[in-house]
């Protein structure tokens, strides 16, 4: 029968070297370098539940790539592969406004973390009855931190007043996803996915009387579904019990001047939707008007 070493030779695999042994030791049983096993590390693997659009299960956290630690990329999510990803959602779920906005800087659970400035977490009164969503930050965000701000801001700014509430009274103002993509291009599902647990957590610990989703984005990601704006508007959705209402975002009414009006009616459901519950705040010294 061949021996082993004739195997070898046979596989243009000898000669065989192995370490010479002491004197007065017994020879120490050589393993073939190629014979043995490479360890290897699981990785974590993205649940089926990820795409869920109400109760996702989403990727966990990972460290930057030069971090040291070993980490698997998917197309779009950042999968640390040692870690549990439901522990992320249950860490996020448990975080409070002291804690909130830091750990929202230190997400890297999608490769906008890679391109972003600033992460843009939200801004606003904690105690506010009315939450404002918006889809993502754009640059003016991404160099500022805050939503809403530049042109678009300042229009969110003057409907706010013509519901006699302001920005950091009663109001809170958030979006879907605390990084700007690139481009301002729409998020694309796995980003707002991995996202989605902040944006759930800031709506449990406001408790808000009334949402008000800007723009298709932010409304078809709250409500679950592929719908149009056209077919949203006017009528009073619901996100886990608290009212929603769909209208524009002030960045495509600063591009379609005639669909302004359209935002008013929309406003104005709002409204009568807040009152109708009998929660409704106003900022000190703002009227509101119809």
Not at 44 to 62: D, F, G, K, L, R
């Amino acid at each position: 029968m061949p021996t082993r070493d004739d195997i070898l030779v046979e596989l243009r695999l000898a000669p065989l070297w192995r370490q010479r042994n002491a004197p007065g030791l017994a020879p120490t049983p050589t393993q073939d370098p190629a014979a043995a096993p490479i360890p290897q590390r699981a990785a974590t693997p993205i649940p089926s539940s990820m795409h869920s659009p109400e109760n996702a299960s989403y990727a966990n956290v990972a460290a930057k790539p030069d971090a040291g630690v070993d980490a698997v990329v998917h197309p779009d999510v950042v999968v640390d592969v040692a870690a549990n990803p439901d522990a992320r959602v249950a860490r996020i779920a448990a975080l409070t406004w002291q804690s909130f906005a830091a750990d929202v800087a230190s997400c890297t659970a999608c490769k906008l973390c890679r391109t972003r400035n600033k992460s843009v977490p939200g801004v606003g009164d904690v105690n506010a009855e009315w939450l404002f969503v918006g889809e993502a930050p754009g640059a003016e965000e991404d160099a500022t931190g805050e939503p809403f701000v530049g042109q678009a801001g300042r229009l969110l700014d003057n409907m706010l007043a013509a519901l006699g509430i302001a920005r950091h009274n009663n109001v809170y103002i958030a979006n879907v996803q605390k990084c700007r993509p690139p481009g301002n291009r729409t998020p694309v599902p796995t980003e707002i996915e991995a996202c989605r647990p902040y944006l759930d957590r800031q709506i449990a610990l406001l408790r808000p009387k009334l949402i008000v989703a800007l723009g298709r984005s932010a409304a078809n990601t709250l409500l679950g579904n592929e719908a149009t704006i056209a077919s949203l508007r006017g009528r009073v959705h619901r996100y886990r019990d608290v009212p929603l209402i769909v209208t524009y975002h002030p960045a495509y009414l600063l591009r379609t001047l005639l669909d302004k009006a359209k935002a008013w009616e929309d406003l104005l459901l709002a409204r009568r939707t807040m009152a109708s519950s009998g929660a409704n705040r106003a900022a000190p010294g703002v009227v509101a008007r119809e």
